[in-house]
């Protein structure tokens, strides 16, 4: 299963910035994860396909949020108020099954990464 993710960019913080996922089908859920330089990579959220059930990582959650368009098979990561925290290379992330979303070793498909940086 192929994911293309893209959207990062440069901004301000406080600033807004929608990342995209489209993916291929076969999968149950897609998550989005990120990694900052130094740091391992993290949980950020994840949506699954027919239930529509939502899951947030602590730190984003009330600023990020998480969408999809089935017939598009694409997912959004919508982050307003963003701050310098923030800034790392997001992933998203597909699995075959339901379990623990918030685990990345469970996540077995894998997309390329956009850079998202927030300046202060």
């Known amino acids: 299963v192929q994911l293309q993710a893209s959207g990062g960019g440069l901004v301000q913080a406080g600033d807004s910035l929608r990342l995209s996922c489209v993916a291929g089908e076969g999968t149950y859920a897609i998550g989005w994860f990120r990694q900052a330089p130094g740091k391992e990579r993290g949980f950020v959220a994840a949506?699954?396909?027919?239930?529509?059930?939502?899951y947030y990582g602590g730190p984003v959650k009330g600023r990020f949020t998480i969408d999809k368009d089935n017939a598009r098979n694409t997912v959004y990561l919508q982050m307003n108020s963003l701050k310098p925290e923030d800034t790392a290379v997001y992933y998203c992330?597909?699995?075959?099954?339901?379990?623990?979303?918030?685990?990345?070793?469970?996540?077995?498909?894998w997309g390329q990464g956009t850079l998202v940086t927030v300046s202060s």
């Open positions: 992330a597909g699995r075959p099954y339901s379990g623990n979303f918030y685990r990345a070793d469970e996540y077995d498909y």
């Open positions: 949506i699954t396909w027919r239930s529509n059930r939502s």
